[in-house]
């Protein structure tokens, strides 16, 4: 009598193919399996249908062929399936293969009309951050393009600044929403006309506050600063590489003075490799207690960004993405979602290097929020919608998109696809 | 890991997210149940703060 097995994959298991490559990633132990023959390909095809649910019945004759029987060992080897004998059940055994649904996916709503999607769209807001101002006397170089690639200050030509009203209107509408986070930025906010007003404002509402100001912004602007309630308000410090150290080591005294050391968090703009060092040296000396680096892409700086930023495979699975993770990157971008920016010209964006999607004083949040959801332009926009990701079996195991890939204007800051 | 690679920068954003949400007295959490007969699993998020009301989110 012939001898037959199930062979089953983990549902932990999650499974890519894309133009005839196949990818096994166990989310648990962050371990894959890159298969490109095409009898395993095809295997994993019919593994991964509905019909199968991840089990399929393998013959004497198929444990015999040598491609086939390396395989599953390395699949067992990663513990991400196994083979049992056929003779211990009675049937074929089953398993819930995960398949990503979200309840209430607005494709699906928007079926049912516009007021059926926005029954409780303000839900999806999480953060809002607004330009107030863009007036600056500063020279960085990172001030033209920076806040389009990280949230980052930016001045204009002609002064602009937003309607005091207007502001407290739209984060007025935002209170019954799921808002975490509004983020005030400038220009210099402390050039803000209606500075006080807007401090005054804010110090009552209820939703946690960050102002972000560049550090040369901060000097002599100990009373604006003792204005602001401290109850959930946090500080982001912008400081541009080169360091001016004395500078800044004035500012980090400003703010401890205040009490404000623990809810500061400095944020170091770089546009090359050594100003790594440079910087660590920099927040090492100052004791700062809470520091970043944001890269900047100047245009001329490709291979810093190739070296250091693009990613690898080691290092995708490194962060070993749990199927959570690839779920919610399939249907949405994890990292703009929820997210609204208004710039100083009143101009309302899901992001900023997108098409606006309303104006400040004319259209409400509720209407923009919608209109985002509506064309999903930014906050559902993930690796499979672009290339060419879409065609790479790791675009979800990938970081979502982010700014930086309209400032390289390329999607694939990796060395994974040519 | 290199500290500044874009896998590294994404996930500490993404953390930042997640703490940020917690911090704004929002309670998320993920809800995974199996809907028979299509075997599909939802991927909810749930607002307990909103008595269990079922979100989509990041």
């Not at chain 1, 040296?281 to 930023?309: E, H």
Request: neutral net charge; charged residues 25%.
């Amino acid at each position: 009598m012939k001898k037959s097995s199930w062979f089953y994959l983990d549902p932990y298991v999650h499974i890519a193919i894309k133009q005839g490559h196949a990818l096994v990633y166990n989310t648990l132990t962050g371990q894959a399996l890159e298969e490109d023959s095409p009898v395993i390909v095809d295997l994993i095809k019919k593994l991964n249908t509905k019909k199968h649910l991840l089990v399929v019945e393998l013959g004497e004759e198929e444990l015999n062929n040598p491609e086939i029987a390396a395989f599953v060992g390395r699949v067992r080897s990663h513990f991400s399936g196994d083979l049992i004998d056929k003779s211990y059940s009675g049937g074929k055994p089953l398993l819930m293969r995960p398949q990503v649904k979200v309840q209430k996916d607005v494709e699906e709503l928007k079926k049912g009309g516009e007021g059926y999607v926005g029954e409780e769209i303000m839900n999806y807001l999480t953060e809002i951050s607004l330009y107030i101002d863009n007036s600056c006397t500063g020279e960085c170089s990172s001030c033209a393009g920076g806040y389009r690639q990280f949230l980052s200050c930016t001045r204009g030509h002609t002064p602009e600044e937003l309607e005091i009203e207007d502001i407290k209107r739209f984060l007025n509408e935002a209170q019954g929403s799921s808002l975490f986070k509004v983020t005030i930025l400038g220009g210099d906010i402390f050039a803000y006309s209606k500075f006080t007003e807007l401090v005054g404002y804010l110090n009552k509402y209820s939703k946690p506050k960050t102002f972000h100001s560049h550090y040369l912004h901060l000097e002599g602007r100990e009373e604006e600063i003792g204005q602001i309630d401290r109850a959930f308000t946090s500080f982001s410090i912008q400081v541009d590489v080169p360091v001016k150290e004395d500078r800044l080591a004035g500012v980090a005294a400003m703010l401890a003075r205040l009490g404000l050391s623990q809810d500061a968090h400095y944020l170091f703009v770089i546009q090359k490799e050594e100003e790594i060092d440079e910087v660590e040296a920099v927040a090492s000396r100052l004791k700062l207690a809470q520091f970043t680096f944001k890269p900047f892409y100047n245009g001329n700086n490709l291979a810093f960004f190739k070296d250091n930023i693009f990613v690898n495979k080691a290092e995708l699975l490194l962060l070993k993405p749990s199927l959570k993770q690839i779920f919610s990157r399939m249907k949405l971008n994890p990292l703009s979602f929820g997210k609204i920016t208004v710039l100083s010209n009143r101009g309302i964006y899901a992001n900023v290097n997108a098409k606006k999607i309303g104006v400040l004083g004319r259209d409400s949040l509720y209407d923009v929020v919608l209109r985002e959801m509506f064309t999903g332009g930014s906050w559902r926009r993930s690796r499979e919608r672009v290339s060419p990701c879409k065609s790479c079996v790791y675009c979800y195991l990938c970081p979502p998109l982010t700014g930086y890939e309209y400032s390289l204007k390329r999607n694939n800051l990796c060395n994974l696809v040519d | 890991m290199r500290k500044l690679s874009l896998a590294n920068l994404a996930q500490n954003e993404l953390q930042k997210n997640e703490a940020n949400k917690v911090k704004g007295g929002a309670c998320f959490c993920t809800c995974i149940c199996t809907c028979p007969p299509d075997y599909k699993i939802d991927l909810r998020i749930a607002d307990k703060s909103e008595g269990g009301q079922f979100i989509m989110a990041g």
